[in-house]
Nanobody, 115 residues
Framework: QVQLVESGGGLVQPGGSLRLSCEAPVNRFSLSDVNWYRQAPGQQRELVASIPNFGRKKYADSVKDRFTISRDNAKKMAYLQMNSLKPEDTAVYYC?????????WGQGTQVAVSS
């Protein structure tokens, strides 16, 4: 399957912001559901935000009102704007695209929130 490519991670102080990007060169991207997951050390991967091809965006309670998911179908890109970052947001963030039998992931981008 096509590999997704995430970028934009890094080290940021609490209260700071980062914008993650996901390149998704997949067919029918505009019809796909796009998700951002994260996995902190020793923890299970969790769904952070999702944006379907049509319908409402969804967010985990822990990031609601701080994170914003978006997509650009013409560029086959997805984004995760993260504001008011907290130390507990530290994790590897993964982009995921699903359509029919397609279920593809990137290798992740590290986000570290620390003073």
């Amino acid at each position: 399957q096509v590999q997704l490519v995430e970028s934009g991670g890094g080290l940021v102080q609490p209260g700071g912001s980062l914008r993650l990007s996901c390149e998704a060169p997949v067919n029918r991207f505009s019809l796909s559901d796009v998700n951002w997951y994260r996995q902190a050390p020793g923890q299970q991967r969790e769904l952070v935000a999702s944006i379907p091809n049509f319908g409402r965006k969804k967010y985990a309670d822990s990031v609601k009102d701080r994170f914003t998911i978006s997509r650009d179908n013409a560029k086959k890109m997805a984004y995760l704007q993260m504001n008011s970052l907290k130390p507990e947001d530290t994790a590897v963030y993964y982009c995921n695209v699903r359509y029919g039998t397609l279920n593809t992931w990137g290798q992740g981008t590290q986000v570290a929130v620390s003073s």
